[in-house]
């Protein structure tokens, strides 16, 4: 299996990678003998890439697939393979997460602050220490501060000749002018169903029928594809939100059904963090030294340190609930769209084909200027709850738009 496996759809951003690879490889070497290879076009590797695309399409998997290339160090590169092999020490460390030239960032909390950028543009200055590149890659480079932007944009600005910038965002305009303007831009799409359903049954060895109806059901997010594949709990969830357009008949179930979905986000929250949190503050009271016998006298410094931590964590389960609100919603919107193509007659696949006898009865309910309306209301929830909007006031509001439309 090489890197590129896991990138579902991907064809064309596979092969400017590859090439981008290979290019960078040769102008590493070119270093070393003073020549470039004949053939070789150094333009087509640089030194900030902008990873954008659709929920699930890959944007992170991309990236790291392209840092390990670029450190892949397999033999078969002198006789014109394809960098990123999968095997060698140089793949297997960057896709493992262990590779010292490779810092992969994935903000836990709201946002991602300036004096951690400060920390990376300030490692970003140096020399990679046994790769040929060192990598900085920011899988949520949208959740930026403006500060933090900023900071970043002096070390895109003025690059170290031996440093690659990747950044993934989910659309071009959640980036700086400034910044999207220094770097390449590879747009992901979204994946169809059947290579997600080949990937699930190839990887995860899910059944081909689950495979497709959980492909389908996750709209081309091959994540969400895979949760709906392998946890039951998940499919559950889903079938609790997709209960939400029978129970919005009056006020009384606009109101209980909001209240049961932002109940079941805090619950899939806090059931994730229990044992992550514990674990994680265990694991910061050994780095310490903190052990039985010490008299209950915590080690110095320590008590800072858990405070910090627990601040972290309650950032976490804050984005934790807005992100599983958002996967609901995202399901809304899959529904409700389903509800639009039948309207018009549509004869094709369906995203919730499971659920046909609730599309049928909604689509026959209604016309198609009122499913409009409701896709709207979804969508009007997903914005104010990016704006910070309380979850269950956003939600309310969106149940009763449901209704009314």
């Not at 699930?200 to 959980?214: M, Y």
């Not at 309650?314 to 919107?333: I, V």
């Not at 599309?359 to 209301?377: F, M, Q, S």
């Amino acid at each position: 299996m090489t890197v590129w496996d896991d990138l579902v759809g991907q064809e064309r951003v596979v092969e400017q990678l590859t090439a981008a690879a290979s290019a960078a490889r040769a102008t590493v070497l070119a270093g070393r003998s003073g020549a470039l290879a004949p053939g070789t076009n150094a333009s087509l590797m640089t030194h900030a890439w902008l990873f954008t695309g659709p929920p699930g399409a890959g944007q992170a998997t991309a990236a790291r697939a392209f840092a390990a290339a670029l450190q892949c160090t397999s033999p078969d590169l002198d006789l014109g393979g394809t960098p990123g092999c999968g095997f060698c020490e140089g793949c297997h460390t960057v896709m493992a997460g262990s590779h010292a030239d490779v810092k992969i960032v994935r903000s836990d909390g709201l946002s991602i602050g300036v004096g951690d950028m400060r920390e990376l543009v300030l490692r970003a200055s140096s020399y990679p220490t046994g790769g040929r590149w060192s990598v900085i890659l920011i899988d949520a480079a949208h959740r930026l501060t403006e500060a933090a932007a900023n900071a970043l944009l002096k070390g895109v600005e003025e690059p170290s000749p031996r440093t690659v910038w990747l950044l993934c965002a989910p659309s071009v305009q959640d980036t700086l002018p400034t910044i999207r303007s220094r770097c390449r831009h590879l747009v992901l799409r979204t994946p169809a169903p059947e290579a997600v359903a080949d990937l699930l049954v190839r990887r995860d060895g899910v059944a081909p029928q689950l495979a497709e109806q959980a492909a389908r059901a996750g709209q081309g997010d091959v994540e969400r594809s895979r949760r709906l594949a392998l946890d039951e709990q998940a499919r559950s969830r889903r079938l609790e939100v997709l209960r939400i357009p029978l129970e919005v008949a009056d006020i009384g179930g606009c109101l209980a059904a909001a209240q049961r979905l932002v109940d079941t986000a805090k619950a899939d929250a806090e059931a994730l963090a229990e044992t992550r949190d514990a674990k994680e503050t265990e694991d910061l009271k050994a780095a310490y030294g903190a052990a039985e016998g010490l008299g209950g006298k915590a080690p110095r410094g320590m008590a800072g340190a858990v405070k910090e931590l627990e601040k972290r964590q309650k950032s976490r389960a804050t984005r934790t609930r807005r992100e599983t609100l958002g996967t609901a919603l995202l399901d809304l919107l899959g529904f409700y769209r389903d509800v639009l193509a039948l309207q018009f007659g549509s004869t094709g696949a369906l995203a919730n084909q499971d659920q046909r006898a609730a599309l049928d009865r909604i689509a026959a309910a209604g016309p198609p200027e009122a499913t409009l309306r409701r896709i709207e209301a979804v969508l009007a929830c997903r914005t104010a709850l990016d704006r910070n909007v309380d979850p269950l006031l956003a939600v309310e509001a969106m149940t009763m738009a449901l209704r009314a439309g």
